[in-house]
Antibody
Framework: QVHLVQSGPEVKKPGASLKVSCNTS????????LSWVRQAPGRGPEWMGW????????TYAQKFQGRVTMTTDTLTSTLYMDLRSLRSDDTAVYYC?????????????WGQGTMVTVSS | SYELTQPPAVSVSPGQTARITCSGD??????AFWYQQKPGQAPVLMIY???ERPSGIPERFSGSSSGTTVTLTISGVQAEDEADYYC????????????FGGGTKLTVL
């Protein structure tokens, strides 16, 4: 069975950096791209970008370019997301999600979410 | 920026049919996907590639597409279907980016 298990909740101050991890299991890690999606309180999901674990290629949403970095560790089947220069409006639940197609962007399996609070 | 438009809320009585629409200019060119989200939970894929239903999703959930609008139909709505529903597609006007609709709150009366 496929599982995506994320790291625990975070509280950060404005201007700080964040690193969230997502450990995958139940399938060959390099087979499918992975994405990060966030959801602010009371809002809809927002796509942040995706990474191909087979070669490390990334595409980030324009909104986050320059502030986000997505990486993978193929030895541990783990996905990471770094977000810098945090602001209060980065407060959200951050999800990792598997992309079951190399050519069509959608998500079939999601992590449980990581609550990130940015507050002074 | 590209937007997918959904009605904020839909209400139906148990056993009735609920239809949730999602409109976007690029939908004739790109697939749409539907997610169900209950409070405190991650989204769950309900429909992919406009009309396909993943294994394990009840047959009462179906998807359709016509022009710039895609529709999620729930036939014989049950109380457990009360949730937020989001459509997903892509915007490739500048780069290839995922875009979610604003969401529709389905209330089962």
């Amino acid at each position: 069975q496929v599982h995506l298990v994320q790291s625990g909740p975070e509280v950060k101050k404005p201007g700080a950096s964040l690193k969230v991890s997502c450990n995958t299991s139940g399938y060959p890690f390099i087979t499918y791209p992975l994405s990060w999606v966030r959801q602010a309180p009371g809002r809809g999901p927002e796509w942040m970008g995706w990474i191909n674990p087979a070669n490390g290629d990334t595409t980030y949403a324009q909104k986050f370019q320059g502030r986000v970095t997505m990486t993978t560790d193929t030895l541990t089947s783990t996905l990471y997301m770094d977000l810098r220069s945090l602001r209060s409006d980065d407060t959200a639940v951050y999800y990792c999600a598997r992309v079951p197609s190399g050519s069509v962007l959608y998500f079939d399996i999601w992590g449980q979410g990581t609550m990130v609070t940015v507050s002074s | 920026s590209y937007e997918l438009t959904q009605p904020p809320a839909v209400s139906v009585s148990p056993g009735q049919t609920a239809r949730i629409t999602c409109s976007g200019d690029s939908l004739p060119s790109h697939y749409a996907f539907w997610y169900q989200q209950k409070p405190g939970q991650a989204p769950v894929l309900m429909i992919y590639k406009n009309t396909e239903r993943p294994s394990g999703i009840p047959e009462r959930f179906s998807g359709s597409s016509s022009g710039t609008t895609v529709t999620l139909t729930i036939s014989g709505v049950q109380a457990e279907d009360e949730a937020d529903y989001y459509c997903l597609s892509v915007d490739d006007t500048v780069s290839y980016e995922g875009v979610f609709g604003g969401g529709t709150k389905l209330t089962v009366l």
